[in-house]
């Protein structure tokens, strides 16, 4: 079955970097587009980045362009998701899933993963 499994979380201060990985397995990975979400306190779950199968396109959102970097590696079934110059607003449970449709517009496939806290400090 599709399992993925993210690790990485940890508190950082305002400022700091992190790197997410995502560890897949139960499917074909290099078949399928990956992306990240997050889910604040009291928030819906958004999209965070997104990477298509191949890593020949890559999205963001608005919020976390210029400073979050997705990738993957295929030869290792795993996902990343490195983050730089973190600010309080990132605090959020972040998440990787299998999605269907263009990086663009995103849909993401069940199951999630259990996810990965990050709080940054201000």
């Known amino acids: 079955q599709v399992q993925l499994v993210e690790s990485g979380g940890a508190l950082v201060h305002f400022g700091g970097s992190l790197r997410l990985s995502c560890a897949a397995s139960g499917f074909t990975f290099n078949l399928y587009s990956m992306a990240w979400y997050r889910q604040a306190p009291g928030k819906e779950r958004e999209l965070v980045a997104a990477?298509?199968?191949?890593?020949?396109?890559?999205n963001y959102a608005g919020s976390v362009k210029g400073r979050f970097t997705i990738s993957r590696d295929n030869a290792d079934n795993t996902v990343y998701l490195q983050m730089n110059s973190l600010k309080p607003e990132d605090t959020a449970v972040y998440l990787c899933?299998?999605?269907?449709?263009?990086?663009?517009?995103?849909?993401?496939?069940?199951?999630w993963g259990q996810g990965t806290q990050v709080t940054v400090s201000s």
């Open positions: 990477i298509s199968s191949r890593s020949v396109m890559t």
């Open positions: 899933t299998r999605i269907s449709g263009t990086v663009d517009k995103a849909v993401p496939l069940a199951p």
